[in-house]
């Protein structure tokens, strides 16, 4: 019961964290903000996290988990499964896949929370390695679908690829959103064909 107890009140934590990312930004994001919207004490929230680090690392890791549960639900691709452990990638496939996660893309909480950890990541060098380690994960699974669509393709060639299609949908999540407003008729489909161009090699 101790168990259930301890991740029902992580899960409490990390949804107050993300809400006063959103909600207050860099501004309120010390660790008695995150511990007052989540109701508890400064020493019970350490208990779970114990640096603001480790509190930004959770909320990161959820948040790249939810988005790979929720890419494999609208595009049936599985990804995040470990390198070759899935189909070979068509080109069906990743259009269904990069519309999903241009789709996912379309939820201002979810672009906000990232763009103000990128804030605390500017003049933070502790959460700045945070948000490394997350692209680098974020990349890791990008390049397992390159070798999925190309399975000749080499590893070093696989991750300049996997690390351009990371910048080019990080980018566009920023310049779609309210945040940036680029957004032209077409467009969406251009950033897909791009992204496939990448992926696939032709």
């Known amino acids: 019961m101790t168990g259930t107890k301890g991740a029902l009140r992580q899960t409490t934590i990390l949804d107050a964290a993300e809400e006063v990312l959103v909600a207050k930004g860099n501004a309120g994001s010390a660790m008695r903000d995150f511990a007052a919207a989540a109701g508890v004490r400064v020493g019970h929230l350490q208990h779970y996290f114990p640096t603001r680090a480790d509190l930004i690392r959770a909320v990161l890791d959820r948040s790249l988990k939810r988005s790979l549960q929720r890419l494999k639900e609208m595009s049936g691709i599985g990804v995040g499964d470990g390198p070759g452990a899935g189909e070979l990638l068509t080109r069906q496939h ?107 090699g032709f």
Do not use: K
């Open 94 to 200: 990743s259009e269904r896949l990069f519309t999903a996660l241009l789709a996912e893309h379309s939820d201002p909480a979810g672009v906000g929370m990232h763009v103000e950890v990128w804030a605390i990541a500017a003049a933070d060098e502790q959460i700045a390695a945070v948000v490394r380690a997350f692209y680098a994960q974020y990349a890791e699974h990008v390049a397992d679908l390159v070798g999925r669509a190309r399975p000749e393709v080499g590893e070093l060639q696989r991750n300049a690829v996997a690390s351009t299609v990371v910048s080019l949908f990080e980018g566009a999540a920023v310049t779609r959103s309210v945040i940036g407003g680029l957004r032209a008729e077409g467009s969406d489909a251009e950033l897909v064909r791009t992204a496939q161009w990448l992926v696939h």
